[in-house]
């Protein structure tokens, strides 16, 4: 049975039940079909009249203009339909590494996975960090074998990778029928019936399993059934005595093990073709726990009406839009709920259903329901809104640190502020997005994921915000410390008639040893008889200072220094805080020059995972950036190197590991310690900082 919402019915629509509701996020890795399952899934249901595609940019949920201008899904959509009286939420998520925020943050408002594989490609990087993600957060998973119509497609192949990288409880629930150009439809082993092939239209009923399927579908069957009954003692006694068990007895005890994780059932289809879905429809159904059996670990404290903000949509002509999920009680356009972090009450107006861009306002929505709502206020994802003020802790979304940075400037004088406007609001949009001054180089940093994302953020800041900017590879934040003791003395004295500048101090320096890996400065007023008065001492330590914002060798400051203040001479008439100010930062120049000072870099903590045949390639190129190896760990196909790298060396890291790994290399870095950059390395840069000083000067 369908439900659909008629709508000449004006009574008020009663929110669904929660043991009513699906709520499924799409996710895997990128361009593995997710977009165009959704597409049929609604197709299919008869949410739409016609299957949507990526290559016309007619999907319902890749509906963002950026989105259809590179082909791919940039940000989460929520979507639903309903199938066999039940409403199933799918949250359809980004599969490029860029854009995780919203697949995260997505991962967290639902009950199960479904985890789209491309038939051809098999387990790759993305869909072994989202299978993690689900694991820890204890997601049901169903996977979806997709592509099975292209070249080189092969399901057993893909079924054996799921079991050896992901989980062995994976199990085959659906079977293709032939395969690539051959493919002529896929048997649900679950019902014991086939589907064929509807070539992109709505998929007839139920067909009896072909012949020559035969011996495959009994070996799979039995696969299925052993795996089922091995989860349900009751159900093993059954089937050990011979009795032929029923679907809905296996799908119950299916449904049981997928909810408590003891079992991953395999399906499989063509998205683009609508081949499957009908079998997929009635496993998400049938095989995946709603929000009444599993619920949600978002705390909400004691309140009667609680929901959970996971996204938030900037659109055009709507302005914001917040989708939610509801934690508890029931709400509808008339409830006002408090943010106990921002104290600020917001009534709701219009509970909305989104269906990708488009949506409808709904009467109320339930526990465990997913919707939206547009123009509240200080609302910003993450926040969980109640009807009373308790104090409840946030869930916390474990987002990815940003790996890489880019210098972003207005191409236009006088942009600078609405550049700065622009890219703060992309930022509470997707929180992996992180615009900072570096406080030495002075640049704006534009730091994210990937590059894509930032290109992103780019073309979003132009057509959002009109702002034309460019990006470039950031300066490299230097340092310079020095490596022994020195010491010089400086005299500063002017005579011009009437008063004159006199200030004389001897300093020394010292290394100073980093404190918990930070290098720092120490003054020490070692003056003895006072032959510089107590007013003057602190502005011989302020001269120093400022000479170490801006070190001789590179321009860079000057860290892990001690400076004693040791000598000196003044005059009762001339001498002059400023007198002495300047003598401490001449005398630092001097003495720097002979206290070996060396230029430092920053040095990065690097984790690369790559399939295993390109190790060597990447390890290579690792080793042309003076990367250091610390250890590889092969697991599953695919290895993960760590090593430490000059910063300097991956700026541009990630163009070089998709063309050494045919994109299919991942990547993450943390900053880890300053070091001293080799000689023949230092010496380019020290002649570097010279041309462009005195090109500066010139
Ligand atoms: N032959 C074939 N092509 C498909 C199938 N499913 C998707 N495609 C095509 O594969 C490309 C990527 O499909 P999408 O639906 O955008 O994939 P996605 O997983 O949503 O991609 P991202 O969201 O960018 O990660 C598009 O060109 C689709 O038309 C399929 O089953 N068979
Ligand atoms: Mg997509």
């Given at each position: 049975?369908?439900?659909e919402?008629?709508?000449?019915?004006?009574?008020?629509?009663?929110?669904?039940?929660?043991?009513?509701?699906?709520?499924?996020a799409?996710a895997?890795?990128?361009?593995?079909?997710?977009?165009?399952?959704?597409?049929?899934?609604?197709?299919?249901?008869?949410?739409?009249?016609?299957?949507?595609?990526?290559?016309?940019?007619?999907?319902?949920?890749?509906?963002?203009?950026h989105?259809?201008?590179?082909?791919?899904s940039l940000?989460?959509?929520?979507?639903h339909?309903?199938?066999k009286?039940r409403?199933?939420?799918?949250v359809?998520?980004?599969?490029?590494?860029g854009?995780?925020?919203?697949?995260?943050?997505?991962?967290?408002?639902?009950?199960?996975?479904?985890?789209v594989l491309s038939?051809?490609?098999?387990?790759?990087?993305?869909t072994?960090r989202?299978?993690?993600?689900a694991?820890?957060?204890e997601?049901?998973?169903?996977?979806?074998?997709n592509?099975?119509d292209?070249?080189r497609?092969?399901?057993?192949?893909?079924?054996?990778?799921?079991?050896?990288?992901?989980?062995d409880?994976?199990?085959?629930?659906?079977?293709?029928i032939?395969?690539e150009?051959?493919?002529t439809?896929?048997?649900?082993?679950?019902h014991?019936?086939?589907?064929m092939?509807?070539?992109?239209?709505?998929?007839?009923?139920?067909?009896?399993?072909?012949?020559?399927?035969g011996?495959?579908?009994?070996?799979?069957?039995?696969?299925?059934?052993?795996?089922?009954?091995?989860?349900?003692?009751?159900?093993?006694?059954r089937?050990?005595?011979?009795?032929?068990?029923?679907?809905?007895?296996?799908?119950?005890?299916?449904?049981?093990?997928?909810t408590?994780?003891?079992?991953?059932?395999?399906?499989?289809?063509?998205?683009?073709?609508?081949?499957?879905?009908?079998?997929?429809?009635?496993?998400?159904?049938?095989g995946?726990?709603?929000?009444?059996?599993?619920?949600?670990?978002?705390?909400?404290?004691?309140?009667?009406?609680?929901?959970f903000?996971?996204?938030t949509?900037?659109?055009?002509?709507?302005?914001?839009?917040?989708?939610?999920?509801?934690?508890?009680?029931l709400?509808?356009?008339?409830?006002?709920?408090?943010?106990?972090?921002?104290?600020?009450?917001?009534?709701?107006?219009?509970?909305?259903?989104l269906?990708?861009?488009d949506?409808?306002t709904v009467?109320?929505?339930?526990?465990?329901d997913?919707?939206a709502?547009?123009?509240?206020?200080?609302?910003?994802?993450?926040?969980v809104?109640?009807?009373h003020?308790?104090?409840?802790?946030?869930?916390?979304?474990?987002?990815?640190?940003p790996?890489?940075?880019?210098?972003?400037?207005p191409?236009?004088k006088?942009d600078?502020?609405?550049?700065?406007?622009?890219?703060?609001?992309l930022?509470?949009?997707?929180?992996?997005?992180?615009?900072?001054?570096?406080?030495?180089?002075?640049?704006?940093?534009?730091?994210?994921?990937?590059?894509?994302?930032?290109?992103?953020?780019?073309?979003?800041l132009?057509?959002?915000?009109?702002?034309d900017?460019?990006?470039?590879?950031?300066?490299?934040?230097?340092?310079?410390?020095?490596r022994?003791e020195a010491r010089?003395?400086?005299?500063?004295?002017?005579q011009?008639?009437?008063?004159?500048?006199?200030?004389?101090?001897?300093?020394?320096?010292?290394?100073?040893?980093?404190?918990?890996?930070?290098?720092?400065?120490?003054?020490?007023?070692?003056?003895v008889?006072?032959?510089?008065s107590?007013?003057?001492?602190?502005?011989?330590?302020?001269?120093?200072?400022?000479?170490?914002e801006?070190?001789?060798l590179?321009?860079?400051?000057?860290?892990?220094?001690?400076v004693?203040l040791v000598?000196?001479m003044?005059h009762n008439?001339?001498?002059s805080?400023?007198?002495?100010k300047i003598?401490?930062?001449?005398?630092?120049?001097?003495?720097?020059q002979?206290?070996?000072?060396?230029?430092?870099?920053?040095?990065?903590?690097?984790?690369?995972?790559?399939?295993?045949?390109?190790?060597?390639?990447?390890?290579g190129?690792?080793?042309?950036r003076r990367?250091?190896?610390?250890?590889m760990?092969?697991?599953?196909?695919?290895?993960?190197i760590?090593?430490?790298?000059?910063m300097?060396?991956i700026?541009?890291?990630?163009?070089?590991?998709t063309?050494?790994?045919?994109g299919?290399?991942?990547?993450?870095?943390h900053?880890?310690?300053?070091?001293?950059?080799?000689?023949?390395?230092?010496?380019?840069?020290?002649?570097?900082?010279?041309?462009?000083?005195?090109?500066?000067?010139?």
């Amino acid at each position: 049975m369908r439900l659909e919402a008629t709508e000449e019915d004006t009574s008020p629509m009663p929110a669904t039940e929660p043991t009513k509701i699906r709520n499924i996020a799409v996710a895997g890795h990128r361009g593995v079909g997710k977009t165009s399952l959704v597409e049929a899934l609604l197709f299919e249901s008869g949410k739409t009249n016609r299957l949507g595609s990526l290559e016309q940019g007619t999907t319902v949920s890749d509906w963002d203009e950026h989105e259809h201008r590179r082909a791919m899904s940039l940000s989460g959509s929520l979507c639903h339909l309903e199938w066999k009286d039940r409403k199933i939420n799918l949250v359809d998520t980004p599969g490029d590494a860029g854009f995780q925020a919203d697949t995260f943050a997505g991962l967290r408002v639902v009950e199960g996975v479904l985890v789209v594989l491309s038939a051809v490609m098999g387990v790759e990087v993305n869909t072994s960090r989202i299978w993690k993600r689900a694991d820890q957060q204890e997601l049901s998973r169903v996977l979806f074998v997709n592509m099975l119509d292209r070249e080189r497609a092969d399901f057993f192949r893909v079924l054996e990778a799921a079991r050896q990288q992901l989980s062995d409880r994976c199990v085959a629930i659906q079977l293709p029928i032939g395969s690539e150009h051959e493919l002529t439809g896929i048997v649900d082993l679950l019902h014991m019936c086939a589907y064929m092939d509807p070539s992109g239209g709505r998929e007839g009923g139920p067909q009896p399993i072909p012949d020559s399927m035969g011996d495959l579908v009994q070996e799979y069957r039995e696969k299925l059934l052993d795996a089922v009954v091995e989860t349900d003692e009751a159900l093993m006694e059954r089937y050990l005595e011979g009795e032929e068990l029923d679907a809905g007895a296996v799908a119950d005890a299916l449904k049981q093990a997928v909810t408590r994780d003891e079992l991953y059932p395999v399906a499989c289809g063509v998205a683009t073709k609508n081949l499957g879905t009908t079998a997929l429809l009635d496993l998400l159904v049938e095989g995946v726990p709603s929000p009444a059996k599993k619920g949600t670990t978002i705390e909400f404290g004691d309140a009667k009406q609680a929901v959970f903000i996971f996204k938030t949509i900037a659109d055009p002509f709507t302005g914001r839009i917040s989708c939610f999920r509801v934690l508890a009680g029931l709400v509808s356009g008339d409830t006002t709920l408090v943010d106990p972090r921002t104290h600020a009450k917001e009534r709701l107006g219009q509970v909305l259903a989104l269906q990708g861009k488009d949506s409808e306002t709904v009467d109320a929505l339930g526990i465990g329901d997913l919707g939206a709502v547009a123009k509240l206020k200080d609302v910003v994802t993450g926040d969980v809104l109640v009807d009373h003020e308790v104090a409840v802790e946030p869930p916390h979304i474990d987002f990815p640190e940003p790996v890489m940075s880019f210098a972003v400037t207005p191409k236009a004088k006088g942009d600078e502020e609405k550049m700065a406007t622009g890219l703060r609001r992309l930022s509470e949009e997707d929180p992996t997005l992180v615009l900072r001054r570096d406080p030495q180089t002075g640049e704006q940093l534009l730091s994210g994921l990937s590059q894509m994302q930032v290109e992103v953020a780019v073309d979003r800041l132009n057509t959002r915000f009109h702002v034309d900017v460019e990006l470039h590879p950031p300066r490299v934040p230097y340092k310079e410390t020095i490596r022994k003791e020195a010491r010089a003395r400086h005299r500063y004295k002017k005579q011009t008639g009437g008063r004159g500048q006199f200030g004389d101090c001897a300093i020394v320096l010292e290394p100073l040893p980093a404190e918990d890996g930070e290098l720092g400065y120490e003054f020490v007023d070692k003056i003895v008889g006072g032959v510089i008065s107590q007013s003057y001492r602190p502005a011989v330590d302020k001269g120093v200072r400022e000479a170490m914002e801006h070190g001789e060798l590179a321009g860079a400051p000057v860290q892990g220094v001690r400076v004693l203040l040791v000598d000196g001479m003044e005059h009762n008439v001339d001498s002059s805080e400023m007198a002495f100010k300047i003598a401490g930062s001449m005398a630092f120049k001097e003495a720097y020059q002979n206290a070996d000072p060396v230029l430092l870099e920053p040095i990065m903590q690097l984790e690369v995972t790559v399939p295993d045949d390109t190790v060597g390639a990447v390890n290579g190129d690792l080793n042309s950036r003076r990367g250091r190896l610390q250890g590889m760990e092969p697991a599953g196909g695919m290895t993960t190197i760590q090593a430490e790298v000059p910063m300097a060396e991956i700026l541009t890291y990630s163009q070089a590991l998709t063309s050494v790994t045919g994109g299919r290399g991942d990547y993450s870095m943390h900053f880890l310690r300053y070091e001293e950059v080799p000689t023949h390395v230092a010496q380019k840069i020290i002649e570097q900082t010279k041309k462009e000083r005195e090109t500066a000067n010139a």
